[in-house]
């Protein structure tokens, strides 16, 4: 098929044919977007062209079900006789997962990023919950349920398509015990008629006029809500602190606690297996569009989440001895280790004492922390009020004064020997803050100068945050 079908309906909604047709970039799908406009550009609409008629049935049943319950998707105003092409409105160019890309890249997610991110979670229960409200399980496609079937599918992509391309050696039946032991724990959660979208993550959440809207949930069945938060919080390249997790459950479950009630200790009891699941398919999908399909898109994503399941078994999975002592040698497989261990990341910051010292979100629990507020004020004079260390009138006052200098040698000292032991020693995250009254002059001063001291010294990556200015920068590897 070809997009004179999706003109077509165009035509027949605009009442002309559209001027310009643009093909959109496409992810993990096959499938075929296009935005169709006026010559202006004033009336847009997305066209779309599937491989499978059933796959876009469910979207269209589904995008209008969910829009009856009041919940933000796009609106399907045509199909095709044929049920292979269908137009829908043009929500824009704003994926969530671009509006938080600064936070992605720093670790230091700003106050509107986080209120994105906890506007969507806190949207997901009325997807779940009102979203299965007189839903037509019957027409999800490939799968009407999150059934025994379907888990032992996903696991098995992943022992496939991503486990033995590692090339590692294991034992199969004994894999197989545990991927049953697996399959138990997460069946026992799966009681209930809610949605569960599947593929809840930043990449399929629309940011429109500032509000959420959501997208790409046609392989969603009857299941778990344990499995979209687990699939939103843990997004592999959405890189998401530890802490900010924690808030951003908090926000999920106070939304859930309109639905059904449940307690913090049981909800995260559960969780954890739908976690541990749900990394163990993403690594297969990976595995499969990297290693099968060569797109390198998918490859590069496969570090992050060995991250992630890294950094899960720190909480050891008892249940499942064999598959615990398996992934623990996967992530230590030196393609593997060499992906996090290549360089060291010094992450320098400025801030605020009154706004309380930055947490350390690599997880080593702190590094340097630098106390500016002995070194001669420039803000307390009215003309440098305006103004940050990073402008020449503040740099001026600073150095001309010389307290600055001196301080900023001593904390060198400190600091180049560290990185060099963290290099030698293969560590892959330093932290070093610098805190003032105000975060505003003398410590953005000392954080620059001291990122760009150390990009220039050492070869590692320096990720700079002024976090009261709202700014961030990365010096790369030379």
């Known amino acids: 098929m070809d997009i004179t079908t999706i003109s077509r309906l165009y035509a027949d909604i605009q009442g002309l044919a559209p001027a310009k047709v643009t093909e959109l970039p ?9 935005r169709l406009s006026d010559d202006d550009g004033s009336k847009s609409l997305i066209g779309v062209l599937g491989t499978s008629k ?32 269908y137009i829908q409105t043009d929500l824009g160019d704003t994926l969530l997962f671009n509006e938080i890309e600064k936070g992605r890249l720093t670790r230091s997610f700003s106050a509107h990023e986080k209120e994105m991110l906890a506007k969507t979670i806190s949207r997901l229960p009325d997807i779940q919950f009102a979203g299965a409200d007189g839903m037509d399980f019957g027409v999800c496609y490939p799968a009407v349920g999150f059934d025994r079937r379907s ?49 809840f993550q930043s990449r399929n959440v629309m940011i429109r006029e500032g509000e959420p809207w959501f997208i790409d949930f046609q392989g969603g069945r009857r299941g778990p809500f344990y499995y979209d938060v687990a699939s939103f919080l843990w997004q592999a390249k959405a890189n998401l602190p530890e802490g ?68 899960l078994l720190h909480e050891p999975y008892a249940e499942y001895p064999y598959l615990n002592d398996l992934l623990h040698r996967l992530v230590d497989l030196k393609q593997f280790a060499d992906q996090t261990k290549r360089q060291l990341t010094v992450r320098v910051m400025s801030f605020a004492y009154k706004k309380g010292i930055p947490n350390d979100t690599s997880g080593n629990g702190g590094g340097f922390v630098f106390d500016c507020r002995a070194i001669n004020n420039p803000g307390k004079y009215e003309r440098y009020k305006p103004f940050t260390g990073l402008d020449p009138q503040v740099i001026q006052f600073l150095e001309d004064d010389g307290e600055v200098l001196t301080f900023l040698e001593h904390c060198y000292a400190l600091t180049d020997a560290s990185v060099q032991r963290y290099i030698d020693r293969g560590f ?20 620059q100068h001291t990122a760009e001291h150390i990009a220039r010294k050492f070869n590692v990556k320096v990720e700079l945050v002024h976090r009261e200015q709202d700014m961030a920068q990365t010096f790369n590897v030379k």
């Open 428 to 447: 892959t995250s330093l932290m070093i803050a610098y805190g003032c009254t105000g975060g505003q002059h003398r410590s953005v001063y000392c954080a």
């Open 54 to 85: 059933e796959e876009n049935n469910a979207f269209i049943y589904m995008a209008r079900h969910f829009a009856s319950k009041g919940i933000p998707v796009p609106e399907v105003l045509a199909v095709s006789d044929d049920g292979m092409a």
């Open 244 to 311: 900010l997790r924690r808030e951003l459950l908090d926000v999920y479950l106070e939304s859930l606690n309109k639905y059904t009630p449940i307690s913090r200790k049981e909800f995260m009891g559960r969780l954890r297996h739908f976690v541990l699941f749900r990394t163990l398919q993403v690594l297969g999908a990976y595995g499969f569009r990297g290693y099968f399909e060569k797109k390198p898109h998918f490859m590069q994503s496969v570090p992050f989440a060995i991250a992630n399941l890294r950094q």
């Open 26 to 34: 496409s992810s993990g799908s096959n499938r075929r977007y296009f």
């Open 151 to 199: 888990i032992m599918w996903d696991l098995n992509y992943f022992k496939y398509c991503f486990l033995k391309a590692t090339g590692m050696e294991f034992q199969e039946d004994m894999l197989e015990d545990d991927f049953n032991r697996l399959t138990d724990v997460l069946l026992e959660a799966s009681q209930g008629d809610t949605f569960m979208y599947r593929d």
